[in-house]
């Protein structure tokens, strides 16, 4: 993807349908409807039932396991609308102290809406 976009920006050309582009280079969807966004909804559902918590650190989450908050994310690519403060967690459970991956939902928590990020904030997908 980086690679394309440096070609892109050599060669003065646009890369794809992306709803907007920010200096950092995240591209920003109005919506979401790749298979992994109902993994991303079912996930933003759970953190909900938390209570979305605001600290760092591993939960306890249904089936057993673990899922980690990452606490605030603080937005300063401007990738996401500005003047809002936003959360982040993981979208997919595992054992506690495992390795994380690259799905993260990011929630303003005070209008609940929603960004899943499926490549650690490369794009961000709105869920709500």
Known sequence: MRISLVLAVLLGGVVGPAVAETAAYATVYDSCDMPRCADARAAHDEWAGYGYPTTRGWHPWSGGQSNFAGGQ????????????????????PRAEGASRDAYRIVVNTSTDTT???????TDFYRLT
């Open 73 to 92: 994310f603080f937005n300063y690519e401007g990738q996401l609308p500005a003047g809002a403060t936003y959360y982040e967690y993981d979208v997919y």
């Open 115 to 121: 960004w899943f990020s499926p490549n650690h904030y």
